[in-house]
């Protein structure tokens, strides 16, 4: 590793500063990437080479051929979903989508009005929300059964989490770091998996204490 530093190919990094590595590296690694049918950006590729069946997308810049282009090829296969901020305009409907595993809509302009679609994507395992506009999270998030990670920091919740949260019966993390202040939801006893929790908390109860220790001895 210090061999690559000394002759400038990766950058090291440092406390909550970002990984970066040389422009020569990013290009080679996007390439290789392109060439296996790792990951999909059609930003960066020729819109007339993409693959037949997408696995992994990432829509990164807005450019309208690359909405055009996407309405005309099968999305039935894409298993992971990442959308920059410029190029949410041009995201499909998200039904187009039924094996999705992994969407990320960071720092996107995501309503409540969202929520109808996402909660029908019944084999996601990871939903990044970080940054959005949702104020609340509905009942019918019950039917990702399968969901294993939720981040909701920074968003704009103004209720508490569903009633329905305890049919997630697969969270092992939920992140809620700057978002609406809580106490600990007494059904999180019921979170056998559960092994990472952030969550605002202007004071600390004996009964919040008593929901983590529970959710520790489930978990044992």
């Not at 406390?15 to 990951?39: A, K």
């Not at 998030?141 to 997630?168: A, M």
Request: aromatic letters at 10%; hydrophobic letters at 40%; charged letters at 15%.
């Amino acid at each position: 590793m210090k061999e690559l530093v000394n002759i400038n190919l990766v950058q090291p990094s440092y406390l909550n500063s970002l990984r970066r590595v040389h422009d020569m590296v990013r290009d080679f690694i996007t390439y290789l990437s392109h060439e296996e049918n790792f990951l999909t950006t059609p930003d960066c590729q020729q819109l007339e080479y993409l693959p037949s069946k997408i696995r992994r997308l990432s829509l990164q810049t807005r450019n309208e051929e690359v909405g055009n282009q996407l309405a005309t090829v099968s999305l039935s296969h894409v298993s992971s979903l990442t959308v920059f901020t410029p190029a949410f305009s041009l995201l499909p409907a998200l039904l187009c989508f039924p094996v999705l595993r992994v969407l990320d809509l960071a720092e996107c302009e995501v309503y409540n009005t969202h929520w109808n679609d996402i909660c029908n994507l019944f084999h996601l395992r990871y939903l990044n929300l970080r940054g959005t506009s949702i104020t609340n999270i509905p009942k019918e998030i019950g039917n990702l059964q399968f969901l294993q990670v939720l981040d909701i920091r920074s968003s704009k919740l103004e209720e508490e989490l569903s009633s329905t949260f305890p049919q997630l019966t697969q969270l092992l993390l939920i992140h809620m770091l700057n978002s609406i202040t809580y106490a600990v939801p007494r059904w999180m006893c019921s979170m056998s998996y559960l092994f990472f929790l952030s969550i605002p908390l202007k004071t600390l109860g004996e009964e919040d204490l008593q929901v983590l220790g529970s959710i520790y001895s489930v978990s044992l």
